[in-house]
């Protein structure tokens, strides 16, 4: 199994780009990879239940659907907690598999040889 | 937790985080431990990561109190 980390750096400001991270997830997913998805800046957003549910693409599958596939098959959510905080979101109403982590599990990841995208 | 030296580390977070810990580390002998003190929400996935990467270990931790404490030891 390899492990893929994708970054994500957008949220509603560019769905097109948000909606395409995710597909690309499920990719790894449903090829039985282990994929980690790294929220940042605006992508922080994404961790809040409810925020992606009026999210969509052209072509796509909403991304509330994504959202739940991924997590559904094991993909995990990390969360950049000064993004995070700079943007005085909820920290107690996370959606499902998102995790508080920073610049530290991402290296380490990261030095574990994971191919990484970032959008 | 009984350490050589303490560092409040307050609401830093993420690489800044870590960063301090590692400056902080600079000044200790082999041996010696450190107490962090951090409010910083991904503290428990952050500074366990570090010492598995620079091979500190990580000796106690107490992440359900205010600040989260983390005692490491400079490695020998």
Known sequence: ????????????????????????????????????????????????????????????????????????????????????????????????????AGGAPVVELLAQDAASLSY | MQADVTLDAGETGCGELTLLIFKTMKTLCSGQTLEVMAYDLAAETDIPAWCRMTGNPLLAQNTESRPKRFLIQKST
């Open chain 1, 1 to 100: 199994m390899t492990k893929l980390l994708i970054n994500l750096t957008t949220a509603k400001d560019n769905p097109d780009k948000t909606v395409v991270a995710f597909v690309v997830a499920n990719a790894g997913v449903a090829t039985g990879q282990e994929v980690t998805i790294f929220l940042s800046v605006e992508g922080v957003r994404l961790a809040v239940a409810g925020y992606a549910d009026d999210i969509s693409s052209p072509g796509f599958k909403p991304l509330k659907e994504l959202l739940a596939d991924f997590t559904d098959n094991g993909g995990k959510i990390w969360v950049c907690p000064p993004c995070f905080n700079a943007r005085e979101l909820d920290k107690d109403n996370l959606v499902p598999n998102a995790t508080f």
